[in-house]
């Protein structure tokens, strides 16, 4: 005859399948939400990249530190805008 688990002992097994269950997936969203998700990202990608071209261009003007630190802002601007919108993993 097979036991049944004490109630405690299940929700430990099951929780997190549970907790993943109740995740919002993408496809839970509606197509406005996704393509204005889109468009953000797009744009900030863009600006990430316009800035990144600036460090390129102007790069002998400052030194590698100054440089390196710059790149790492927008590395860390990406980031944050990701996490903000559910997009880091």
Same mark, same amino acid.
């Given at each position: 005859?097979r036991?049944?688990? =004490? /109630? ?15 995740? #919002?997936?993408? /496809? ?5 939400? !996704?393509?204005?998700?889109?468009? =953000? !990202? ?10 990144? +071209?600036?460090?390129?261009? /102007?790069r002998? =003007? ?5 440089? !390196?630190?710059?790149?790492?802002? #927008?590395? +860390? +601007? ?12």
């Amino acid at each position: 005859m097979r036991q049944v688990p =004490d /109630f405690a002992g299940y929700v430990d097994q099951t929780e997190a399948v549970r907790q993943k269950q109740l995740e #919002q997936l993408a /496809f839970d969203q509606d197509s406005e939400t !996704l393509e204005k998700q889109v468009r =953000d !990202l797009m744009q900030e990608l863009e600006d990430i990249q316009e800035e990144v +071209r600036g460090i390129w261009e /102007f790069r002998r =003007d400052y030194s590698n530190r100054d440089n !390196l630190m710059a790149l790492q802002e #927008q590395k +860390r +601007r990406l980031t944050k805008w990701a996490m903000q919108n559910g997009l880091q993993s």
